[in-house]
């Protein structure tokens, strides 16, 4: 079947379709996460050793907002696919009460998702995990935490003050590092 458009009709599809894309265009624009808010105009400081994190809220995969005014003794960090994977596989793997039980926070940067792509298909499929994990969706945020390739990061955190920094790439040096942050108590 071959759709033919009259000529006289061409300006008008034209028109239409500049107003669907503008229209399109602006929808996108109004779901992208505000940028204007940078929290080194707030004061917040690149995350070190020896640092002190400052409060900060962010919301989990159900969009619950958790307002972290105590810090957690570890905050793991996801900042890309592989060690989203790798934290889905390793604390599907746990109790539901795991984090709680062991005061471990997880957060994973999805700022450089595309919001619709975020809100599509990323946190629906975040919210099959049988824990929490804190959205950052603000890169100027996630900037603030130390990372490397590949690797989750973690800090090890007491008093609100990082005491130490590690970076693991797979589940049993993440396994290690849980269980060296909590050498006391050893995990079972």
Same mark, same amino acid.
């Given at each position: 079947m071959t759709i033919? /458009?009259?000529c006289d009709r061409l300006p008008f599809m034209k028109r239409l379709l500049i107003k669907f894309m503008g229209v399109l265009l602006l929808s996108l624009l109004?779901?992208?996460?505000?940028?204007?808010?940078?929290?080194?105009?707030?004061?917040y400081k690149m995350i070190e050793q020896n640092s002190t994190i400052e409060p900060f809220t962010l919301k989990?995969?159900?969009?619950?907002?958790?307002?972290l005014d105590k810090m957690p003794k570890l905050l793991i960090c996801s900042f890309?696919?592989?060690?989203g994977t790798l934290i889905s596989n390793y604390f599907n793997a746990q109790g539901s009460?795991?984090?709680?039980?062991?005061?471990?926070?997880?957060?994973?940067?999805?700022?450089?998702?595309?919001?619709?792509?975020?809100?599509?298909? /990323?946190?629906p499929k975040m919210k099959n995990y049988s824990f929490e994990i804190l959205l950052s969706t603000d890169s100027k945020f996630s900037k603030l935490f130390p990372k490397e390739e590949d690797k989750l990061t973690i800090l090890k955190i007491e008093d609100g003050v990082v005491k130490e920094v590690s970076f693991v790439g797979n589940e049993a040096e993440l396994k290690e590092a849980i269980e060296q942050s909590f050498s006391r108590n050893p995990l079972p």
């Open positions: 033919l /458009i009259k109004l779901t992208l996460p505000s940028v204007g808010d940078s929290y080194t105009e707030k004061g989990d995969q159900f969009g619950k907002e958790h307002t890309g696919k592989e060690t009460d795991y984090l709680a039980k062991h005061d471990i926070k997880l957060m994973a940067d999805v700022s450089s998702v595309p919001s619709l792509l975020r809100s599509t298909f /990323i946190v």
